[in-house]
């Protein structure tokens, strides 16, 4: 079992950054695939990044790459995701989510945590 609680949304300016966090509870956390999602008003729920603990391979969604790092520290049993040139389009929940294995659709995801805001003002 695993529970996942974000922190660190808020409102920017377009252009400006964000660190989101993803604390995790449970001593298995370092064998668990690591992802973040976002879903903005009437839209689905879409992949941002994931980390996987296998290796620390990183992938991300083609429209975030070069502006959005994922990271994760398992001695903290946390991962993050630095945001940077923020856009209007970034707004949405963002969401962390654990997998035992790697995959990028959000169905495949076993624990979601709560959701943090994040908004981009133009």
């Known amino acids: 079992q695993v529970q996942l609680v974000e922190s660190g949304g808020g409102l920017v300016q377009a252009g400006g950054s964000l660190r989101l966090s993803c604390a995790a509870s449970?001593?298995?956390?370092?064998?668990?695939?690591m992802g973040w999602f976002r879903q903005a008003p009437v839209k689905e729920r879409e992949f941002v990044a994931v980390h996987n603990w296998r290796g620390g391979r990183v992938y991300y969604a083609d429209s975030v790459e070069g502006r959005f790092t994922i990271s994760r520290d398992n001695a903290k049993n946390t991962v993050y995701l630095q945001m940077n040139s923020l856009k209007p389009e970034d707004t949405a929940v963002y969401y962390c989510a654990a997998a035992s294995n790697l995959i990028l659709s959000p169905q495949g995801y076993e624990y979601w945590g709560q959701g943090t805001q994040v908004t981009v003002s133009s």
């Open positions: 449970g001593r298995t956390f370092s064998r668990y695939v």
